[in-house]
């Protein structure tokens, strides 16, 4: 089995699936991301994922504060409005100072900082799985977006597992 260098999570358990009958092994795919904000603002991002370049969506939200629980409800809102266009489902992380992004299927989270709009950083950092598919944060963040206007974009691809 060969996985290309580009494929997604899900097209990489799609062929261990399909070897599953030889190899006694299946696999599952899951793509996310935290996002955490240092400043209250505006922030608009645009998110690409299950529907390729053509269902890119815009998110628009504003902070009312950065990191705590009720802060961050207006982006978990506002990327959970556009879920059914892109396939990402917005949550709280167990602490409650971050959003974790969420594609089920593994495929890959694109990110673009078109307007951060305030003095404030956007850090993106790629969650992968233990051993029993529970995501475990990544010390290494993708991507910091900063300061008014500047444009960042990163692509978070996914993990998979070993189903049991």
Known sequence: MTVALNETAQQAAAKINQQGTTTGVTATARTEVQLTFSAAGNYT???TSDGGTAATQSIVFN???A???SGLA???TAFNDKSSKTGV???LNAAGTGVVLTNSTGNDIRLAFAGVT???TVSVS???ADINGNPVLNTATVLTATSAGAISS???SGFFWRKQ
Do not use: C, F, M, R
């Open 89 to 91: 489902v917005a949550s």
């Open 126 to 128: 790629k969650q992968s």
């Open 154 to 156: 990163a692509v978070v």
């Open 63 to 65: 902070l009312p504060t």
């Open 74 to 76: 207006a982006a978990i």
């Open 45 to 47: 991002l645009d998110l």
């Open 67 to 69: 990191n705590d629980a």
């Open 118 to 120: 305030n003095s404030g």
